[in-house]
C-alpha cells in the first residue's frame, strides 16, 4: 500500500473570520475561495500568484506560506516547497503546525530522505495523536528503511560473491594458463631430450671411433716390437754363426784391415802437399820444419833427385 501524500489547503477558508498577525486585516473570503479553486482545478501557477498577491497584506500568515508549499509540492518544486512548510513551523504550536509537519515529512520522501521523513512524521503524531495517515506514513516510511537496509545487506553480500565468483575465475583462467604453458614445455622437453639423446649418441660414436684408432695405433706399435725383436734375433743368430765359423770370422778382419790400411796410405799420399821450388828455400831456411813440412821436402828432394838422375843418363841411338 502506498504512502498518504495529502494536501490540506481549505484551511484558510475555515480560518478566514480570524485576524492576521501583524494588524494587517481579515482574508478576502473571496479571493481565498478563488485561490483555492484554481488550485483544485490543477492551474497552479494562477494559484500561486492569487496567494502570492494576498501576501502583500498579510506577508507573516502561516496559511499563505502553507498553501504556496502545496503549490510548489504540485510543481514537483521540492526544494521550495520545503522552505514555504519550514516557514509554517516558525510560529507556536498549532493545528496548522502539525499539519506543516505532515507535508514536509511527504517532501522528505519526495527528495529520498527517508530518515527526516520519519521525524516529520513523529513530529505530526506527537501533536495529534489522532492523525491516522502520519501514523500510516511513519510506519510506512519505517518498514522502508529495513528493507532497504536488508537489500544493501543482501546487496553487499552479492557483491562480495560477485567478487568472490570473479577472483576465482580470474583465478581459475590464471591456472588454466599456467597448465597450457606447463604443457608447452612439456611439449619442449622431449625435443630437448631427443637433443640430449643424440649429443649422448655422438659422444658415445666419437668415442667409439677414437677406441679403433687407438686400437689400430696399439696394433701397428706392436707390429714394430714384434718386427725389431725378430731383427734382433737375426742378429743374434748371425752373431751364432759367425762366432761357429772362425776362419771366415778371421779372414774378413783382415781383409777389411788390408783395405783400410790402403784407403789411409792414399788419403795421407794425397793429402801431403808436394815441395815446389818456390818454397825449396823457405823450407830450407827453417831451423824447425812439421812433420808435414819434412815429408813434402823429402819427396821434393826424391823428385829432383830422380829427375836429375833422367836427365844424365845418355840417349841411345835408333839403329836403322
Do not use: C
Request: net charge positive; aromatic share 6%; proline share 4%.
Amino acid at each position: 500500500m502506498a504512502w498518504f501524500d495529502r494536501n490540506i489547503f481549505g484551511a484558510i477558508a475555515l480560518l478566514s473570520a480570524l485576524p492576521v498577525l501583524g494588524g494587517a486585516g481579515p482574508f478576502d473570503a473571496s479571493k481565498i475561495k478563488k485561490a483555492n479553486k484554481l488550485f483544485a482545478e490543477g492551474k497552479l501557477s494562477q494559484a500561486q500568484e492569487q496567494y502570492v498577491t494576498m501576501q502583500a497584506n498579510h506577508p507573516d500568515a502561516p496559511e499563505l506560506y502553507y498553501n504556496l508549499g502545496n503549490v510548489k509540492y504540485k510543481l514537483k518544486e521540492y526544494p521550495q516547497a520545503e522552505e514555504m512548510f519550514k516557514k509554517v513551523l516558525l510560529g507556536p504550536p498549532s493545528p496548522m503546525q502539525q499539519k506543516g509537519f505532515y507535508n514536509l515529512g511527504n517532501v522528505k520522501v519526495r527528495q529520498g530522505q527517508l530518515e527526516e521523513a520519519l521525524g516529520m512524521y513523529k513530529k505530526a503524531m506527537e501533536m495529534d495523536a489522532a492523525d491516522k495517515e502520519a501514523k500510516f506514513n511513519y510506519e510506512w516510511v519505517l518498514d522502508k528503511i529495513k528493507k532497504m537496509k536488508q537489500q544493501n545487506k543482501e546487496q553487499k553480500q552479492q557483491d562480495q560473491k560477485d567478487n568472490k565468483d570473479d577472483k576465482d575465475k580470474k583465478d581459475q583462467k590464471d591456472q588454466q594458463k599456467q597448465q597450457d604453458k606447463s604443457g608447452q614445455n612439456d611439449k619442449k622437453k622431449p625435443n630437448q631430450k631427443s637433443r640430449g639423446q643424440g649429443q649422448e649418441k655422438n659422444k658415445d660414436k666419437n668415442k667409439e671411433k677414437d677406441e679403433q684408432q687407438q686400437g689400430q695405433q696399439d696394433q701397428e706399435k706392436k707390429k714394430e716390437e714384434q718386427q725389431k725383436q725378430e731383427q734382433a734375433s737375426e742378429q743374434k743368430a748371425k752373431e751364432e754363426k759367425d762366432k761357429q765359423d772362425p776362419q771366415k770370422k778371421g779372414s774378413k778382419p783382415e781383409q777389411a784391415q788390408e783395405q783400410q790400411d790402403k784407403q789411409g796410405q792414399q788419403q795421407q799420399g794425397s793429402q801431403v802437399p808436394t815441395a815446389t821450388s818456390n818454397t825449396q828455400e823457405n823450407l830450407a831456411n827453417k831451423k824447425e820444419l812439421s812433420k808435414e813440412e819434412a815429408k813434402s821436402l823429402l819427396l821434393w828432394m826424391d823428385e829432383e833427385e830422380r829427375r836429375a838422375r833422367v836427365r844424365q843418363t845418355p840417349a841411345t841411338s835408333r839403329e836403322s
